[in-house]
């Protein structure tokens, strides 16, 4: 590994220090950004927007952070010798990354830069970047890639995820991966051959406790095993297969928050056997990820409400026979969020890309598919309400759930946010293994692209990087599954969904123009991979207002007197 030692321990001992060190930097970025966002003793929505860009680079510089960190801390000898080195080169490249960008925010608050670039310029961080990212050690990892036949990024399961990781891997190669490119290609609708084995395996019913159906324990949330499920499933395809526990997870934690003991026993059982199927509406035309902004509303009526107004990106609406509305029904919009509540409205399921569903008393509802690049298979609806009646079962919590309706959907998106960090993860390991395979079987001028420096460090960087996600989702899912990780999953999505769209890249690059033809799945990989960062939480709105508004408002709290 170096002229260190063999297995990487000492160069392990130095990454630890280097990032320790960096973290107090880390911490007095933070702070700093915390007094310039202050106006009488409490942050200011004006001044946080004026310090927009140092607040974006901030979150992702704690991503970053977190994941070198957590993939240092597992590091020894229960990771194979090439995970061990992949390891160390992820950790590195965050080391220069952070610094970085660390180094631009202290610019920004006129914070002295001297210590960070003592830091980076330091013998330590000098030799881990000679150690790990110069060319011959980069060429001699990928070289090391190429020719190991282990399991890049091996995740230690216990005997009944590891069982489930292997079903699903092998489901999803048989009779997902056959059809994924002609679903792509064509535009369609995913079809019941996969539904129907999908729903006899239990894959609609993983958040839901096993009281009402599913398959989760009772009183906590098994995380784990959905990683697992949807990682397999978004390896052969995300929009045909691994995408299609989104919506159910939303939806059944939103229930399970705030849903009166009638509407768990009414909705869960069904939603977990995949009848119905589900979408959630929460995005409108001029109200992307403003969620306290949402303007369609709901009117009362005898026995319920009528909906109307516009949604739009509402995944798989076509196919669904329930769909989550979130909903203004209180008028004052003064409000803000607390005028939200959930209203769940059902339909028939239509497999076309446009429907009009009337009611017996005349409301409507108009859907019509939105082209995309990619994500294809389950298609994102406008939708437009019309009069639309929704009893007053429906109302997720009921009265007493009115105006509460943000927060169950945000008790929702924590599990969509780890679940597309999941999705990532599986997108990254098809769009490596595919790379890996092209560039031993491609040659040019006269030898296969693997036996080349460059194609060698481009495959190790990509492989560094989703051994560092991956064990990141998992370690973030442990966290969920014991109580906490709210913040965490957050940063794991940032992390995983912009490293799946660079990993896509580059492994479309090293198949060079067959990477740009349709009929090679890495084409289809590049174009899913992008929408990681925008569903779910877009990347922008996630980092400055979960992010780094968070991380300002417990740096504040610790200096309170």
Excluded at 208 to 219: D, K
Excluded at 359 to 381: D, N
Excluded at 530 to 555: D, H, M, P, W, Y
Aim: aromatic letters at 6%; proline letters at 3%.
């Amino acid at each position: 590994m170096s002229t260190i030692d063999s297995d990487g321990t000492a160069l392990a001992t130095r990454a630890t220090a280097a990032l320790a060190a960096l973290r107090r930097h880390f911490d007095r970025a933070v702070l700093g950004l915390a007094k310039a966002c202050l106006k009488s003793g409490k942050l200011d929505s004006q001044r946080l927007d004026e310090e927009q860009v140092a607040s974006y680079e901030l979150a992702l510089a704690s991503a970053e952070l977190l994941a070198a960190q957590t993939i240092l801390a597992e590091f020894g000898p229960s990771i194979s010798d090439l995970d061990r080195r992949l390891a160390l080169t992820c950790a590195v490249e965050a080391i220069v990354s952070v610094a970085e960008k660390l180094q631009a925010i202290f610019l920004d608050l006129d914070i002295d830069t001297g210590e960070l670039r003592t830091l980076l310029g330091s013998e330590e961080v000098l030799t881990l970047r000679r150690a790990m990212l110069g060319g011959a050690a980069l060429s001699e990892t990928g070289r090391l890639l190429v020719d190991s036949h282990h399991e890049i990024g091996h995740i230690a399961l216990g005997p009944e995820l590891a069982m489930a990781q292997e079903q699903f891997r092998r489901m999803a190669a048989e009779l997902v991966a056959p059809l994924a490119a002609g679903i792509h290609r064509h535009d369609l609708t995913v079809p019941e051959e996969l539904l129907q084995p999908l729903r006899e395996m239990g894959v609609f019913g993983l958040s839901i406790p096993e009281c009402f159906g599913g398959s989760a324990p009772n009183g906590r949330d098994d995380t784990l095993m959905m990683i697992v499920v949807t990682e397999a499933l978004s390896e052969a395809s995300l929009a045909a297969a691994g995408s299609l526990i989104t919506r159910p997870e939303i939806l059944s934690r939103a229930l399970l928050a705030g849903g009166t003991e009638a509407q768990k026993q009414h909705w869960l059982p069904k939603i977990a056997t995949g009848e119905p199927l589900c979408g959630i509406a929460i995005t409108e035309p001029d109200y992307g990820s403003d969620v306290a902004g949402l303007q369609l509303r709901g009117t009362r009526t005898a026995g319920g409400w009528l909906l109307n107004g516009a949604k739009t990106w509402c995944t798989f609406a076509g196919k669904a026979g329930l769909i989550m509305v979130v909903t203004r029904t209180d008028p004052d919009k003064s409000l803000g969020h607390r005028g939200l509540s959930i209203l769940l409205a059902e339909k028939p399921a239509d497999d076309g890309h446009e429907f009009a569903y009337r009611q017996e008393g005349g409301g409507r509802l108009i859907g019509k598919a939105i082209p995309t690049i990619g994500y294809r298979g389950m298609h994102s609806f406008d939708l437009s309400f019309e009069n639309f009646f929704v009893p007053d079962a429906n109302v997720i919590g009921g009265a007493a759930g009115l105006g509460k309706g943000f927060y169950f959907t945000m008790a929702g998106m924590m599990g969509g946010r780890m679940q597309t960090a999941a999705r990532a993860s599986g997108i990254m390991r098809a769009a490596l293994l595919a790379a890996l395979r092209y560039a031993n079987d491609r040659k040019v001028f006269g030898a296969p692209l693997a036996r080349y420096a460059l194609t060698r460090a481009k495959l190790a960087k990509m492989a560094a990087r989703f051994v560092a996600c991956r064990r990141l989702t998992y370690a973030v899912a442990r966290l969920l599954d014991n109580g906490g990780g709210r913040m965490e999953a957050s940063l794991v999505k940032l992390f995983a969904c912009r490293s799946a769209e660079w990993i896509t890249r580059e492994a479309l690059q090293i198949h060079g123009g067959m990477g740009y033809a349709e009929e090679t799945p890495v084409s289809r990989y590049f174009v899913d991979a992008r929408v990681l960062s925008i569903f779910e939480g877009a990347e922008e709105t996630l980092a400055l207002k979960v992010v780094a508004r968070g991380l300002l408002e417990e740096a504040l709290e610790e200096v309170s007197p």
